[in-house]
């Protein structure tokens, strides 16, 4: 019998960002005897029978030092009575850091899986410590070292899959991600204010992360007013994971303009939806094949360059569209769908390299 140990940010089906760590734990489920999970904070728990939860308390208002207590009792609790196989740290460089010592005595490989630009010394820490790093793209995590292992994202490709376009409707582009300057929602909304040849609209899905001054959604909406387009922006706010995929199934297209060193899953998730998706990073290049002239812009910032392929995208005939649509598709599902990430991934956690 093989046992895992997790350590995550949340586990809450309901979670508009986090929600697919669910999903994740539930496959995991099906290659391991039992995975415990201890997570920051709680919410609606949906998960397989052999996997058990456990919350330091977040949720509940503790603070960081009960947090850290709860934390150690719960892992030695878990060390004392279970032989664990390997221990997965999901974007959690802190929870390895702490538990680095006590898995050391228990002799428990940990992976660390993390996805983002930001670096911080706890990261740093972390990578010393663990056997491996796992990430989505080659420049997805910011430390050179020789533990990374690149393992694509793990996109429910059964989940977030096409539905048939609304026929006679005006074009509609949608962006998913939370409101925030680095995800450049005013360059979209300027784009639009510059297309000559289609009148779209916008629905931005996602809504100001709580570390963000509330006031950048009205910004935004400021902004709309003064080029004429309030009636043509929409603000969704925050959605559940069927939010999110009725708002891409409504989509001629997405656009993600998150900039280099962010692989962003959300553009993935337009993707598996067979939208045509307009990027702004080069890390999405492999997946663009011959259509990256039109589907890829060099600055996120670059407003006019974004008009162009939009009034160029929306103009193309639906048939072209959806073929567009489709070959994303199957890149996807070829590179980052979630069974072939869950195939990697336990290869990495038992055995550090992925299986050939």
């Known amino acids: 019998m093989t046992h895992l140990l997790v350590f995550n940010l949340a586990v809450d089906v309901d979670d508009p960002i986090l ?21 920051m904070r709680a919410g609606r728990v949906d998960v397989a029978a052999n996997v058990r939860v456990w919350s330091v308390g977040k ?19 878990l060390l004392l009575t279970r032989r664990y196989a390997a221990c997965f740290a999901h974007m959690m460089p802190l929870f390895a850091l702490m538990a680095a010592p006590l898995l050391a005595i228990f002799r428990v490989p940990q992976t660390l899986w993390y996805t983002h630009r930001q670096v ?23 430390i050179p070292t020789g533990k990374l292992r690149v393992v694509g994202h793990g996109i429910d490709t059964a989940a977030f899959a096409p539905a048939s376009p609304a026929e006679g409707e005006s074009p509609v582009i949608v962006q998913v991600a939370r409101l925030m300057p680095i995800k450049r929602q005013s360059s979209l909304i300027q784009a639009v204010a510059r297309m000559t040849q289609v009148r779209a609209h ?4 996602g809504g100001v992360p709580p570390e963000q001054p509330i006031d950048y959604q009205r910004d935004l909406e400021r902004l709309a007013a003064d080029l004429g387009l309030s009636a043509q922006v929409r603000f969704a706010g925050d959605q559940d994971r069927e939010g999110v995929i009725a708002n891409l199934r409504s989509a001629t297209v997405a656009v993600n303009l998150s900039p280099p060193g962010l692989f962003d899953k959300a553009a993935l ?4 939806c067979a939208v045509p998706t307009l990027v702004s990073s080069p890390a999405f290049r492999p997946l663009l094949g011959e259509w ?11 407003d006019a360059a974004l008009a162009a392929r939009l009034d160029v995208l929306l103009s193309l005939p639906d048939a072209e569209r959806h073929r ?13 769908g979630l069974e072939g990430l ?11 390299e992925i299986r050939a």
């Open 342 to 352: 869950i195939d990697r991934l336990v290869s990495v956690l038992l055995t550090g």
């Open 59 to 77: 949720e509940k208002g503790y603070g960081e030092t009960r947090r850290a207590l709860i934390f150690y009792a719960m892992l030695l609790r």
């Open 120 to 142: 911080h010394p706890i990261l740093r820490w972390a990578t010393r410590v663990v056997r491996r790093v796992v990430t989505a793209a080659p420049d997805s995590f910011p």
């Open 324 to 336: 567009i649509g489709e070959e994303l598709r199957a890149h996807v599902q070829a590179a980052h």
């Open 202 to 205: 916008i629905i931005f899905v």
């Open 269 to 272: 998730e337009s993707m598996a």
């Open 19 to 39: 929600g697919f760590a669910t999903d994740w734990l539930n496959r995991l489920a099906e290659r391991f005897s039992t995975v415990d999970v201890i997570t």
């Open 292 to 302: 990256d002239p039109l589907l890829r812009v060099e600055s996120p910032e670059d």
